[in-house]
Every structure is written in structure tokens, then in C-alpha cells.
């Protein structure tokens, strides 16, 4: 195969990537925008020794599931790939992606297991709560969106679909602020310029709202002034900060964080629970979906109120204090301070939870500590990033035994690593895939782990 070369495929599936895959020759061939059971003719962009990319010349025969995508700047975004398929071929495809997983990874467990259909949204748009886009300027005018897709060419966003709408009003008009009062912006090369990133969380059962500038350096020119106009925006604006972040690099926020106005964080509310969600804190993005991606966890821990549960990875204490009512005793720990502090919060915040504890530093780390003090959990809820958990915690769990596992992944790869692993003691019961983002490629699942008798 050559780049340049063109040739009728036929796409069998989707890839982890949300492009469709055909096989030219025995050769794998990725092409974007392609849906499972299409019928294309496609021209080769990239040739590797273990596969081709392609883009797609004509539809020679559509998928029934193929649709318009309704997002303007679809094509050029890359912020979500399945818009041009309906939703119910989203929800097949997602659990196909985890299936795919298991097959390349986990060969024998995917094979045994129950991988149930995909959970998915009542309505798939406006979800997310929080923007980061970031920053530029062209001449006169700043910009603020994402990058175009395999490129460092921001595309200007006006309306994001899967955005709740308020968090694109407000950094729209926060980037004018910017423009008007003249404000230096980052360029992506020299940290001259100062404004990177606007981020915008929003609670949606609470109303209120926290806009954090991502910055070079601390200094806000203009400063009472920008901070009385963003207020002007939106009376949900109830927090207004600063993060500093002097590298270069692609990482949004760096480690110091500046109250500018208002208090240091917002509430958002989950069932019957509070949090208090500080700038740099994780929550998930989804707060409708997450309800009933906690269900699903719930469901797996299987608690009698007499379990003691440790949430690893644990951000701002969600999952735990979701668990807690069904545990004798639950403790957390997380690797970033602002999150644990939250998580204490949190906990203090909301009636009968004296019997949650949150921890800061590794989940490796603590695990370890307490089985040497002889504290061994009932039941572990993990729900590490996307790199899996860590061989050292994964040690300590074959080691300690507790009774159940409840992985929580956001990616299906490394949930199969992982599950390989953790399959010498514990039989994989089932996995539960979610959809915590509708339009896009990525699949969250839960999964029940029960040890072997």
C-alpha cells in the first residue's frame, strides 16, 4: 500500500477513535467518518507498517444509521466524531469498542463475560457542565475554542452542542471582555502573552457558576475592571479565579490557584448530596448520566451496611459518599490536594457522613499503609484515569483480597489490562458500559469483580 492510492473498502467496525476500519489485504485501514456497514471508496494519507489511513471520496453504499450532524464546525472541530451516526448506532458501536478491547487484551475474559448493552442519555446534547477552550488572537480579534483536529489552528466556537449552553455564553463573552480591554494573549510558543484558557464549570441543580482565567504569570492587567464585567455577564456567576499555569505545555491548569471574586467554589448537587467544587477539582462533566453511572456502581458493591469500602482515585469524594450509606465505613484518597480538601468538605457538609474519611496521596500508597496496619477493605470502587491503575495498587489488591472490586473506566483498553491482572484472584462478573459522552468515541463501563472461592 501507498499513500495517494485509491480503493472500494467495506467498514466492518468502529475504532477506538470513533473512525470506521476495514481491512485492505489483511492491512487495517482507519478512515475517518466511516460507519460500520458502509460501502466506500477511499484514498490513502498515512501508511504504517501495521496500518493505513484513509479519507473517504464517495459513499458508494450508506449506512442506514448515517445522519447529518447538526454542529456547524463538525468537520473541522474533532471534539466529538459520532455526530454524523444516530445515537442508537452510537450506543451499539460504544459497547462494540469495549467488546474490540477485550478481544485485543483480554482475549479469554471477553470471551466469559457479560457485556451488557450501552447505557445511554434520554437526550445526548447540552450535557457537559465545563468548558476549557482555549485562547488566541488573530490581529485584533481573540479567539477562544478548541484546535481543529490533528492541527494548532484554534477554531472560534460560538455554540458548542454537547455544552451547556450558559458555559459557551460566558466564555464568549469573557473573550470580548478580553479583546476590548486589550488584554495580552498566549500565542502557544512564548509565554509573553498572558490568557490561555477560559474555563467555565456550571451546577445545574444549583445555578451557580465558577470562570477561571488560565494564565502565564499573576499579573491581571485592568484587573477590577475585568473582574466587575465578568460579573456583569451572568448573576450565576458566584466565583471568579485565576490559575497560573508558566509551562509550556498541554496541560490546562497549573498548580497555583488566585480567588479573584467571589467564593473559592461552586456547589453542585448529586441526589441527596452537596459538593463544593473547587477550580482544579474533578467532577464529572455529565451531573444526569453520573447519577445513574453511581447507580450502576452501587448496584456492583452489593453493600449490607456492614462492608468497609475504600474509593480509590476518589476526586472530590463522589463515589464514596454515594456508597456510604449502604457501608460501615468508607475512606478515600486522592493524588490531588485541592480534591481531598474538597472531598473533606464535602463529607462534613452532608448529614451522616461522620463515618467517611478522605486521605491525600496515592491510592498505591494508602492502600499498602493500612493493609500493613491491618485494615483491609470489603469492598475497593476504583475509577483511576485513563493510564489504569497503578501495578503497585494492583499488587496490593491480589495481595489483600478484599471481597468485591468495583472498576469504574473510562477507557476500555486498560480496563482489559487491568481486568487480566486482577482476574488471578477475581472472577469478572459483568461489564456495565455507560455513555458519559454522548457524540463522542469514549465509553465509560463498570465492571463487578467478585474474588474466587
Known amino acids: 500500500m501507498e499513500v495517494g492510492q485509491k480503493f472500494p473498502l467495506t467498514i466492518k467496525r468502529l475504532g477506538i477513535n470513533g473512525e470506521g476500519v476495514g481491512f485492505y489485504k489483511r492491512n487495517v485501514v482507519f478512515v475517518k467518518g466511516a460507519?460500520?456497514?458502509?460501502?466506500?471508496?477511499?484514498?490513502?494519507?498515512?501508511?504504517?507498517?501495521?496500518?493505513?489511513?484513509?479519507?473517504?471520496?464517495?459513499?458508494?453504499?450508506?449506512?442506514?444509521?448515517?445522519?447529518?450532524?447538526?454542529?456547524?464546525?463538525?468537520?473541522?472541530?474533532?471534539?466529538?466524531?459520532?455526530?454524523?451516526?444516530?445515537?442508537?448506532?452510537?450506543?451499539?458501536?460504544?459497547?462494540?469498542?469495549?467488546?474490540?478491547?477485550?478481544?485485543?487484551?483480554?482475549?479469554?475474559?471477553?470471551?466469559?463475560?457479560?457485556?451488557?448493552?450501552?447505557?445511554?442519555?434520554?437526550?445526548?446534547?447540552?450535557?457537559?457542565?465545563?468548558?476549557?477552550?482555549?485562547?488566541?488572537?488573530?490581529?485584533?480579534?481573540?479567539?477562544?475554542?478548541?484546535?481543529?483536529?490533528?492541527?494548532?489552528?484554534?477554531?472560534?466556537?460560538?455554540?458548542?452542542?454537547?455544552?451547556?449552553?450558559?458555559?459557551?455564553?460566558?466564555?464568549?463573552?469573557?473573550?470580548?471582555?478580553?479583546?476590548?480591554?486589550?488584554?495580552?494573549?498566549?500565542?502557544?510558543?512564548?509565554?509573553?502573552?498572558?490568557?490561555?484558557?477560559?474555563?467555565?464549570?456550571?451546577?445545574?441543580?444549583?445555578?451557580?457558576?465558577?470562570?477561571?482565567?488560565?494564565?502565564?504569570?499573576?499579573?491581571?492587567?485592568?484587573?477590577?475592571?475585568?473582574?466587575?464585567?465578568?460579573?456583569?455577564?451572568?448573576?450565576?456567576i458566584v466565583s471568579i479565579t485565576q490559575n497560573i499555569n508558566r509551562e509550556k505545555t498541554s496541560l490546562v491548569f497549573g498548580e497555583e490557584t488566585i480567588l479573584l471574586d467571589g467564593h473559592e467554589a461552586i456547589l453542585e448537587k448529586l441526589g441527596e448530596y452537596a459538593f463544593e467544587l473547587s477550580t482544579r477539582a474533578f467532577f464529572q462533566l455529565n451531573p444526569e448520566q453520573t447519577v445513574h453511572l453511581y447507580n450502576e456502581i452501587k448496584k456492583a458493591a452489593a453493600l449490607t451496611g456492614k462492608e468497609n469500602v475504600v474509593d480509590a482515585y476518589c476526586g472530590v469524594g463522589t463515589i464514596g459518599m454515594w456508597l456510604a450509606d449502604g457501608a460501615r465505613e468508607v475512606r478515600g484518597m486522592d493524588n490531588v490536594d485541592e480534591a481531598i480538601a474538597d472531598a473533606k468538605f464535602n463529607a462534613r457538609n452532608n448529614p451522616n457522613l461522620q463515618h467517611v474519611r478522605f486521605f491525600p496521596g496515592s491510592a498505591d500508597k494508602w492502600l499498602f499503609r493500612w493493609s500493613k496496619e491491618g485494615y483491609r477493605p470489603d469492598v475497593i470502587s476504583v475509577d483511576p484515569p485513563r493510564t489504569g491503575l497503578e501495578p503497585g495498587f494492583i499488587k496490593t489488591v491480589l495481595n489483600i483480597k478484599p471481597k468485591r472490586v468495583v472498576y469504574t473506566s473510562c477507557n476500555p483498553s486498560t480496563l482489559a489490562r487491568d481486568l487480566k491482572e486482577l482476574s488471578k484472584a477475581y472472577n469478572v462478573e459483568y461489564i456495565q458500559p455507560v455513555d458519559m459522552f454522548p457524540q463522542t468515541a469514549q465509553v465509560e463501563c463498570v465492571v463487578k469483580l467478585k474474588l474466587k472461592k
Open 35 to 236: 460507519i460500520p456497514g458502509e460501502e466506500v471508496t477511499v484514498k490513502l494519507t498515512k501508511v504504517s507498517p501495521k496500518f493505513a489511513e484513509a479519507e473517504i471520496l464517495t459513499i458508494r453504499k450508506a449506512s442506514e444509521f448515517r445522519q447529518e450532524a447538526p454542529c456547524s464546525v463538525y468537520a473541522e472541530c474533532g471534539g466529538c466524531q459520532l455526530q454524523h451516526m444516530t445515537y442508537e448506532a452510537q450506543l451499539i458501536n460504544k459497547r462494540d469498542i469495549v467488546v474490540q478491547a477485550f478481544e485485543k487484551f483480554a482475549k479469554e475474559i471477553g470471551e466469559t463475560t457479560e457485556i451488557r448493552p450501552t447505557l445511554g442519555m434520554e437526550d445526548p446534547w447540552n450535557y457537559r457542565n465545563k468548558s476549557q477552550f482555549q485562547v488566541r488572537k488573530d490581529g485584533k480579534r481573540v479567539y477562544a475554542g478548541l484546535f481543529s483536529e490533528g492541527s494548532h489552528q484554534l477554531l472560534n466556537i460560538n455554540d458548542c452542542l454537547v455544552q451547556q449552553p450558559l458555559t459557551t455564553k460566558i466564555t464568549v463573552a469573557v473573550r470580548k471582555i478580553l479583546q476590548k480591554l486589550n488584554i495580552t494573549i498566549y500565542d502557544g510558543k512564548s509565554l509573553n502573552g498572558l490568557v490561555r484558557t477560559i474555563v467555565v464549570r456550571t451546577g445545574l441543580k444549583t445555578g451557580e457558576t465558577q470562570v477561571c482565567l488560565v494564565t502565564t504569570r499573576n499579573e491581571l492587567p485592568h484587573k477590577a475592571e475585568l473582574i466587575e464585567r465578568i460579573k456583569k455577564i451572568d448573576p450565576s
